[in-house]
């Protein structure tokens, strides 16, 4: 199967930035959405920003203007590249790749999350 395989995170200072990345492992026929979520102490887990698989972008309000999500050229990666980071934005950050389907079986289609990586922002 399909496995999500993050890097990047880190500790910052506020204002400073990070990138996020995410690579796919395995035999893909397709990806319908891959992005990024994150989930703070204490909250639930909330979208960040995500891409289709026809580039089209979603984009957390609290986050837009600061955090730019990439893909279009390579459907089964997504970096997020996240300027001006606040100690708000401090989280566990999961990526997320929905409606995949597998050269292993053709008529499952499923989803799948990595295994979160930790950014924190210090004031």
């Keep these: 199967q399909v496995q999500l395989v993050e890097s990047g995170g880190g500790l910052v200072r506020t204002g400073e ?3 996020l990345s995410c690579a796919t492992t395995g035999r893909i026929l397709t990806i319908d959405v891959m992005g990024w979520y994150r989930q703070a102490p204490g909250k639930q887990r909330e979208l960040v920003a995500t891409m289709t698989r026809s580039g089209t972008t979603t984009y957390a309000d609290s986050v837009k203007d600061r955090f730019t999500i ?12 996240m300027n001006n980071l606040k100690p708000e934005d401090t989280a566990v950050y999961s990526c997320f790749a929905g409606g995949i389907i597998d050269y292993n079986n053709f008529d499952r289609r499923y989803d799948r999350w990595g295994q979160g990586t930790q950014v924190t922002v210090f004031s």
Excluded: E, I, K
């Design 17 to 19: 930035s990070l990138r």
């Design 70 to 81: 990439s893909g279009v050229n390579d459907p089964y990666t997504r970096d997020l590249q």
